[in-house]
């Protein structure tokens, strides 16, 4: 998948690869951006370089049970045999402790997490899940390895969701040496006193250097006309990764196609001015220019056909058009190596 390939984004990834497989603060990482920004590949490139580890991913949505939904993943990705103090108090709440040890009753821990959310008022809710949160981190510093768990999407993080994931669940793993807390969003937990002191914030604001796109690009298996072509994509679309790494997708060729990505620049112009120079007339080049929409009465030479050649190559780069205008040579001059 493209998408998980990262264009840059180097000080992230080194304090990713520091969050996973060390010991040391922080061991909450938040990471805001808009949306585009490359959240969602971050997360993804976090749980690829820590397979050692368990660990979960969890999409937020705005609607549905997220507090019961998050105890159950983990609980399941555990092994609910590790969770003795936890499954207990589940039991307790739900008057059902001699079913504690029962399978099928594990089997239904979402379900019994669910009823437990729907007893009493909002103060009531909020204390029991207190409770859960307290026996999670318990059992979790019996873990033999650190848990991960990766939340995304946290801007559509419901209320409830929100208070006690930041009021609680934060401050136990601001405290457990056993967990990894990652959380990515357009918005992001609100930084608690109780558990800033092992939290880090990285706002992401895109990436920039057209140069890191390129190389992404070539990586992906796409050809790119030139650098400054992709340059134009990167100002437009303000370094928003998703936004260009779209444009890519739609607009540049695959590996078999006419222009070659690691051929340099210089060697790419020479080539394309010596075949447009020698294989078309200056009429025929005008027509060209006709068949694309672009005035060449504006560009500078257009009477003479070494400098209307050089000038119509510039401007095609400068607009992003030098693809179709190569395209449209190649159509006409097939047998040449475009």
């Not at 060449?296 to 179709?324: M, S, T, W």
Request: aromatic letters at 10%.
């Amino acid at each position: 998948m493209t998408h998980t390939l990262l264009a840059n984004y180097e000080k992230e990834q080194a304090i990713l690869s520091e969050f996973v497989r060390s010991d040391a603060e922080p061991n909450i990482l938040l990471l805001r951006g808009e949306s585009g920004s490359g959240k969602s590949s971050l997360v993804a490139h976090c749980l690829r370089i820590a397979p050692e580890m368990p660990s979960l991913s969890l999409t937020l949505e705005s609607e549905g049970d997220s507090i019961p939904t998050l105890f159950n993943s983990m609980g399941g990705r555990c092994g609910w045999d590790k969770l003795p103090r936890f499954t207990r108090v589940v039991a307790g709440l739900l008057e059902t402790s001699d079913s504690v040890d029962d399978p099928v009753w594990q089997m239904g821990m979402h379900r019994h997490l669910r009823q437990i959310g729907r007893i009493g008022d909002l103060e009531s809710r909020l204390s029991r899940y207190q409770l859960l949160s307290d026996v999670w981190f318990a059992d979790a510093m019996q873990f033999e390895t650190p848990f991960l768990l990766a939340i995304d999407a946290y801007e559509s993080a419901p209320t409830l969701f929100d208070r006690w994931f930041s009021q609680d669940f934060l401050v136990g793993a601001a405290n457990s040496r056993r967990m990894r807390v990652l959380v990515a969003g357009q918005k992001t937990p609100a930084v608690q006193a109780a558990w800033s002191f092992c939290a880090s914030l990285q706002e992401l604001t895109g990436i920039h250097q057209a140069k890191d796109w390129l190389a992404w690009a070539e990586k992906a298996g796409y050809q790119v006309p030139s650098l400054e072509v992709l340059a134009g994509v990167v100002l437009a679309l303000k370094g928003n990764p998703s936004q260009i790494i779209e444009v890519i997708q739609a607009e540049f060729p695959r590996a078999s196609g006419p222009i070659r990505p690691k051929e340099s620049l210089i060697a790419q112009r020479r080539r394309f001015f010596r075949n447009m120079t020698q294989a078309f007339s200056l009429k025929e080049l005008k027509n060209i220019c006709f068949f694309l929409g672009i005035d060449y009465e504006n560009l500078p030479d257009h009477d003479q056909k070494d400098g209307f050649v050089r000038e119509l190559l510039a401007f095609a780069e400068r607009i992003g058009r030098l693809k179709e205008l190569i395209q449209e040579c190649q159509a006409e001059r097939p047998h040449l190596e475009w």
